[in-house]
């Protein structure tokens, strides 16, 4: 019995890695189909975001399995209920990163590129994301704090594309519509930070039994 609910819990591990990669693909193509102008590659972020529902319904149907069925004790317990939480940030990643998509496909940023430091902030993004679900996978609490690090970079980042943005409007009324697209854009980067952290938080009780503020 223990051995098949190892298995389930292998088979858990593989999953949200394969939805935590999902959501670096969907954030990464959203990004790259902005800078490079690609209509198209912006409507594949749709199919990526379907992919990342599914897996959360998958998700879920396999905690509960193990939580009815199993009969977890208390370590293991943390780690199913904890993957059910993590799972909903992850959904509303990929539904951020959709967003994000949406928008690309009426803004052109070319002549934002020099201007505007959206893609080191979808960089620092990723990377948090890649580093919450990372950190759950190894049951790394040291790596689920450096995320909250991270988010502060995040942070400081949209503060600064927030800057730009206005400077842009200020010296060129021309740019403003473009510039209200790109703060959307930045403000589901940061949101999507915010749920990196919450994946980090669940991550550190799975482990710890304590469920403590990060950010």
């Not at 389930?8 to 189909?33: K, P, R, V, W, Y």
């Not at 934002?112 to 990377?127: C, D, L, P, T, W």
């Not at 999507?192 to 550190?204: K, P």
Request: proline share 0%.
């Amino acid at each position: 019995m223990r051995e098949h609910y190892e298995a389930q819990l292998t088979t858990l591990n593989t999953e949200m890695i394969q939805m935590g990669a999902l959501c670096e693909d969907a954030i990464s193509g959203a990004i790259q189909a902005l800078l490079e102008d690609d209509k198209h590659l912006a409507e594949k972020v749709g199919s990526i975001e379907m992919e990342i529902d599914q897996h959360e319904r998958d998700i879920e149907r396999l905690c509960m399995r193990l939580l009815l069925m199993q009969q977890p004790v208390a370590t293991d317990l943390r780690v199913v209920s904890s993957a059910l939480k993590m799972i909903s940030d992850l959904e509303r990643i990929g539904d951020q990163a959709f967003d994000i998509s949406d928008i690309t496909k009426h803004v052109s940023f070319q002549k934002y590129e020099s201007k505007v430091h959206i893609k080191e902030m979808a960089n620092a993004v990723i990377h948090m994301v890649t580093d919450s679900v990372d950190s759950y996978v190894k049951k790394d609490a040291a790596l689920a704090k450096k995320v909250a690090a991270a988010d502060d970079q995040v942070d400081d980042l949209f503060l600064k594309v927030r800057s730009e943005l206005v400077e842009l409007v200020r010296s060129n009324q021309d740019m403003a519509e473009g510039a209200l697209d790109l703060m959307m854009i930045a403000k589901y980067l940061e949101r999507i930070g915010d749920h990196a952290v919450n994946v980090a938080e669940w991550v550190i009780y799975a482990i710890t039994g304590d469920h403590m503020k990060l950010a």
